[in-house]
């Protein structure tokens, strides 16, 4: 089971910190991403880390931005999100991938989290 948190409602330029804490299974087995999907689009990638936190890969419209990282020790992964703006208002998923690479596309993660809002005001 994941369980997403840490969405609000931000200005532009802000900072928000989701996280993600996974039970069940055991955590460091996984490959974790975040995804976002805005009202009338696709789910998108945003973010991935492997499985002991030395290797990340971002989408180019965050890189720079967002920083994903995990705590092994606490089941947890979490999406640093710096200088928001209005174009990353959506829902962010955490999603979970038993494989050991990272990957960019929906369809390799295994297990997905309810969701957390993020709406960033102009």
């Known amino acids: 089971q994941l369980q997403a948190s840490g969405g609000g409602l931000v200005q532009a330029g802000g900072s928000l910190r989701l996280s993600c804490v996974v039970s069940?299974?055991?955590?460091?087995?996984?490959?974790m991403g975040w995804f976002r999907q805005a009202p009338g689009l696709e789910r998108g990638f945003v973010g991935t880390i492997n499985r002991i936190g030395d290797n990340r890969y971002y989408a180019e419209a965050v890189k720079g931005r967002f920083t994903i990282s995990r705590d092994n020790a606490k089941n947890t992964v979490y999406l640093q999100m710096n200088s928001l703006e209005p174009e990353d208002t959506a829902v962010y998923y955490c999603?979970?991938?038993?494989?050991?690479?990272?990957?960019?596309?929906?369809?390799?993660?295994?297990?997905w989290g309810q969701g957390t809002k993020v709406t960033v005001s102009s």
């Open positions: 999603a979970a991938d038993i494989s050991r690479f990272i990957s960019t596309t929906v369809r390799s993660y295994d297990y």
């Open positions: 069940g299974g055991t955590f460091s087995d996984y490959v």
